[in-house]
């Protein structure tokens, strides 16, 4: 093992400690994006659709497709948003190439919102894991 200069540690631990900061990195990312809101009031115009949680937590994703910035909870990523027919569509990305996506579709009654959400990048190989979520619309809110 090669040792490092005067602090006397080496190279493994750096690597060790590394990865061990972007593994908590990553986890901390995927608990703050699945978090599950309890109330979750959506707006949609023609230029953007804003998500505001029961925690008053909100957030706009403009549908132009460009990539933007973001912060939730100490989570930093980017994404970009788009409309594929009735779909909304957001592509997250952020540090050590880490993919979601999440598309949403409103039932066919338009009293439930279901929300589809995959995580990985097949395209390197990762197999993709994820949850589906169904949201009931809550009359008057």
């Not at 973001?70 to 540090?95: C, M, N, P």
């Amino acid at each position: 093992s090669s040792t490092g200069g005067a602090s006397g540690g080496s190279v493994d631990d750096f690597e060790r400690s590394t990865r061990e900061l972007f593994l908590a990195t990553r986890r901390d990312l995927v608990r703050d994006l699945l978090e599950v809101p309890e109330v979750l009031r959506i707006r949609v115009t023609n230029d953007a659709v804003t998500f505001v949680d029961d925690l008053q937590g909100l957030r706009t994703y403009p549908s132009s497709n460009k990539l933007q910035k973001y912060q939730l909870g100490a989570a930093q990523f980017q994404a970009r948003a788009y409309w594929d027919g009735a779909e909304f569509h957001k592509e997250i990305e952020s540090t050590a190439n880490f993919r979601m996506s999440e598309v949403y579709r409103v039932s066919d009654t338009g009293t439930q919102l279901f929300v589809t959400i995959r995580i990985g990048d097949p395209r390197k190989g990762e197999k993709l894991v994820g949850l589906n979520r169904v949201y009931d619309r809550v009359a008057g809110r």
